[in-house]
């Protein structure tokens, strides 16, 4: 049985070359103890990552990752579980620093994150709206 959890999510301060390198060097010591394996690709103070493993390691990773402040506005793409082949059965973290490489072939991919993201930012500012008028509807009942 295999889980595999997909999100995108931003940076929450400006973070380094160093401390991206950092970040993935001890995600891959610990993936490698748990059994999990994935991709962690950067662009423009984006994250977009794959993780994937035995279901209660993905999920208690996956909670690790809500808690962290190194980043925020957290969106789940997907989340699947089954009988499902590993999609990077070779990578216990690969990172992909798309800042790093200026080859022109990236540009759509780095195109395609940041509307992901301006998606996602839509249904935040959605779900405050959706807040908004039940707050008004509550207080209008009152
Ligand atoms: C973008 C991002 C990706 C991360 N990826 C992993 C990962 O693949 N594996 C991992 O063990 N920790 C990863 N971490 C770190 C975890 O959020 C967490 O700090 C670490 O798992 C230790 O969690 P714990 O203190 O709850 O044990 C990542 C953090 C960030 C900000």
Redesign the pocket.
Known sequence: MLKRIKYI?RF?KQLSTPEIDE??K??????SK?D?T?A?M?SGGI?F?V?EGPPEAID??W???L??P??KDILLLKSEEGEMERLFPEW??KKIDLDRNSDIRNEPLKAMLQTVLRQSLMIYELTAVLERAAWAEMVEAN
């Open positions: 999510s929450a970040l993935a001890i995600a891959g010591e610990n993936n748990k999990i994935g962690l950067a994250f990552q993780i208690s990773l909670s690790s990752l808690k962290d190194r980043h216990r973290m």
